[in-house]
Antibody, heavy 119, light 107 residues
Framework: EVQLVQSGAEVKKPGESLKISCKGSGNGFGNYWINWVRQTSGKGLEWMGRIDPSDFYTNYSPSFQGHVTFSVDKSMNTAYLQWSSLKASDSAIYYC????????????WGLGTTVTVSS | DIQMTQSPSSVSASVGDRVTIACRASQGISSWLAWYQQKPGKAPTLLINVASTLQSGVPSRFSGSGSGTDFTLTISNLQPEDFATYYCQQANSFPVTFGQGTRLEIK
């Protein structure tokens, strides 16, 4: 079973860029979709989209399309979530989570990366 | 987008009680529904997949049922470690959507 290790907390200013990571360990990293899920302070879960590490195919939620970019480095077993220009409203916890297919639940989660955007 | 509505938003119960949480989809999603548990400061964990399949390692006091638009998560014989927030999530249609969560509190 894959385990997901996420990069550490980040503090950024509005307008700055950011790339956070999610490293898979164990077997089969390329056999799972990697989903990204946002959780704002005290709020629920929002699915941002997913990437298939085997062929880099991506699905972006319309709510996040154009504002974030997913990528994968297969040689490093690592998925990335990046912003080119952060907003204060991007302050949240970001989780990566794997699912064996697009129609299945997310069975392995990272611990989350806290992103704080403040001037 | 498919809207997922959970009820109640919060519930108080005692150790040993049985609790049922409902999740309704705004349109049919077959059985493509998952349930998650999240404790404060922790990542969610998958409890139930495809509406009723218990994930490995999840206690049998958790059960899920339903198909189409109406689903339930039942927790029997509540244990202290079960007090948490529970989310449903549909995986039938793009984009994936979550319910707003149900907070299970100790009475």
């Amino acid at each position: 079973e894959v385990q997901l290790v996420q990069s550490g907390a980040e503090v950024k200013k509005p307008g700055e860029s950011l790339k956070i990571s999610c490293k898979g360990s164990g077997n089969g990293f390329g056999n799972y979709w990697i989903n990204w899920v946002r959780q704002t302070s005290g709020k629920g879960l929002e699915w941002m989209g997913r990437i298939d590490p085997s062929d880099f195919y991506t699905n972006y939620s319309p709510s996040f399309q154009g504002h974030v970019t997913f990528s994968v480095d297969k040689s490093m077993n690592t998925a990335y979530l990046q912003w080119s220009s952060l907003k204060a409203s991007d302050s949240a916890i970001y989780y990566c989570a794997s699912s064996p297919t697009a129609a299945y639940g997310m069975d392995v989660w990272g611990l989350g990366t806290t992103v704080t955007v403040s001037s | 987008d498919i809207q997922m509505t959970q009820s109640p938003s919060s519930v108080s119960a005692s150790v040993g009680d049985r609790v049922t949480i409902a999740c309704r989809a705004s349109q049919g999603i077959s059985s493509w529904l998952a349930w998650y548990q999240q404790k404060p400061g922790k990542a969610p964990t998958l409890l139930i997949n495809v509406a009723s399949t218990l994930q490995s390692g999840v206690p049998s006091r958790f059960s899920g049922s339903g198909s189409g638009t109406d689903f339930t998560l039942t927790i029997s014989n509540l244990q202290p470690e079960d007090f948490a927030t529970y989310y449903c999530q549909q995986a039938n249609s793009f984009p994936v959507t979550f319910g707003q969560g149900t907070r299970l509190e100790i009475k």
